[in-house]
């Protein structure tokens, strides 16, 4: 309960919507419960007059036309209602998610797989949906049309109240209770197989090609079943358990039924009662009960939301990736780089980067080469604009300011970076350049494009700018993905230029005339590039070795 707990604050956003479908909910039920005993009561009294000729028909059957309208018109206001504040609510639950998720990324090496990840964004926040449609909405229900039957009945047959209240209450709040805990642990069991079934989906579809050409796809369907076969157990387990609350729940409502039926017939055999109001008390009994049907199979869903909330509450509080400084400092104009004796390791006892000196001087393009596995990426990652990684030792500096001292915002605004795998989204060519700067005019970002190689490639396309791009860039060549990130950095107005294997896809050819293209694009501007690309000369002005994590 304390992981739904935490979400409260984003319930009671929509508090004066859900209210409002609790009420037509309550109409609902209690219309309901009214139309089945008026009906009972007039049908009985019906027969029990002589041919009904001493009877008046007409005030009970407007009752019965009237609560059986109010009863479809506040079901339909009530699902219309219900249904609008739930979808707000997931809208919400999504922000506040995204909201607390993006400071904490990358999630690097931490716990939480890709899989895992976008389990927990769909399935999981698509589960809360139940906490009031299914849940808090029909239990709140039952217990006010529980009250409001009991009154009656302590009124008119005093000797069925305790009877039924004892089992309205067993029905509404002690069965869903003990269903509860008797199947959190399953139902937290049941989401984390979901979860694993979801990662190994997502694991296979993008491992797909190496998994063939390894002949691991036999192994991969196998663990894919075992998979499956847990999570069909799990929740047979979970349905074995409801099956049985269910039938808790119709006991007691027999019970309710046949404690009203001895104490209505003892009351008629006093003299106290009329039979026509004994069948409608009947009635009313039986249909509280309906109020009470979906509850079981409500707290299984609820079960699996709890478990949900759980793991989105996990997730939401994740160590942020970067603590922005108590006392940040203002960058001034200068754009030197300097590293400072830094080192860093993902595992202290083995430093990827290891007394490390380097200065770029602003408005100095230096290109940092070496072999795979040497630190070069890893060098640009501890001076990147989201600081994904600190260095155990040492000190990384922007214009004479240690970049610990500098707030996140001012380092966005200062470098621009082009890594191994910047992304290109599933929109148009100019939104994805406009990322970059959202002010550019069409004639820069024909300039950007020009710049990176790929400017005849977007005039010949049916929509020029307009053009769609697939998902990743999938109607795009490597090549053609490259160069249009390419032109998004080269849009930014950041003085400092972070290049990591800029030329990663392209052929000799173009590779060259990217250099030298690079070379004119980026006068004035101060250039870290890592690359195992053998660099032009007069492209760059200079050009320093990393092996082994040592400058050499």
């Not at 609560?67 to 009530?78: A, D, K, M, T, V």
């Not at 698509?126 to 039952?142: E, K, Q």
């Not at 759980?310 to 300097?338: C, M, Q, Y």
């Not at 590293?339 to 380097?358: H, R």
């Amino acid at each position: 309960m304390n992981a739904l707990a935490k979400l409260v604050p984003l319930f009671r956003r929509q508090s004066k919507a859900m209210a409002l479908a609790l009420l037509l909910a309550l109409v609902t039920l209690a219309s309901g419960v009214a139309l089945l005993g008026t009906s009972g009561w007039f049908i009985t009294a019906t027969a029990l007059t002589s041919a009904g000729l001493a009877f008046n028909l007409f005030v009970p059957s407007a009752a019965v036309r009237a609560f059986s309208f109010i009863r479809i018109l506040s079901r339909y206001g009530e699902r219309l209602v219900g249904h609008n504040a739930t979808l707000k609510l997931l809208s919400d639950l999504r922000g506040w998610l995204f909201a607390a998720l993006f400071p904490r990324l990358p999630l690097g090496d931490r716990s939480i797989r890709h899989g895992d990840l976008v389990s927990r964004l769909t399935a999981d926040v698509d589960a809360l949906d139940t906490a009031f449609l299914v849940a808090i909405g029909p239990l709140l229900g039952a217990v006010f049309v529980g009250i409001g039957v009991t009154g009656v009945l302590a009124w008119l047959l005093p000797g069925a109240a305790i009877v039924y209240g004892l089992a309205i209450l067993g029905a509404v709040l002690v069965v869903p209770a003990l269903l509860v805990v008797a199947a959190r642990s399953t139902g937290r069991r049941v989401v984390a197989a979901a979860a694993e079934a979801r990662i190994s989906v997502y694991d296979a579809v993008a491992g797909h090609a190496d998994l063939t050409l390894l002949g691991a796809l036999g192994t991969t369907v196998q663990r894919f079943s075992r998979a499956m076969s847990d999570l069909r157990q799990l929740r047979l387990n979970m349905v074995a358990l409801t099956a049985c609350a269910g039938f808790a729940v119709q006991a007691l409502a027999a019970l309710a039924l046949v404690g009203t039926l001895w104490a209505g017939i003892t009351a008629h055999a006093a003299g106290n009662l009329d039979p026509a109001v004994m069948v409608a008390l009947l009635l009313a009994v039986l249909g509280s009960f309906e109020a009470t049907s979906g509850i079981v199979r409500s707290v299984g869903k609820a079960v699996g939301a709890l478990a949900a909330a759980e793991r989105l509450n996990a997730l939401a509080s994740l160590p942020l990736a970067d603590v922005e400084p108590a006392h940040p400092k203002t960058l001034g104009a200068d754009n030197a780089i300097a590293f400072d004796d830094v080192t860093f390791g993902y595992a202290p006892e083995a430093p990827v980067v290891n007394n490390v000196s380097l200065t770029v001087a602003a408005g100095e393009r230096v290109a940092v080469v070496g072999p795979s596995g040497g630190g070069k990426s890893t060098l640009l990652r501890l001076l990147l604009l989201l600081r994904l990684h600190r260095p155990q030792s040492g000190e990384i500096s922007i214009g004479g300011t240690s970049i610990a001292d500098i707030d996140s915002a001012q380092l966005h605004a200062r470098i621009s970076l082009l890594s191994q795998d910047s992304p290109v989204f599933i929109d148009s060519v100019r939104n994805n350049l406009l990322i970059a700067r959202t002010d550019a005019t069409e004639d820069e970002l024909w300039q950007a494009l020009d710049a990176a190689w790929l400017g005849d490639f977007v005039r010949a396309l049916p929509r020029g700018l307009d053009t769609p791009v697939g998902e990743a860039g999938r109607t795009l060549s490597a090549g053609q993905t490259r160069r249009l990130c390419l032109a998004r950095t080269l849009l930014s107005n950041a003085p400092i230029i972070l290049l990591d294997e800029p030329t990663n896809a392209l052929d000799r050819a173009t590779e060259i005339a990217f250099f030298e293209t690079l070379a004119q694009s980026t006068k004035g501007k101060t250039v870290l590039m890592v690359t195992h690309a053998a660099i032009p000369e007069g492209t760059m002005d200079r050009i320093v070795t990393l092996r082994d994590g040592q400058l050499v």
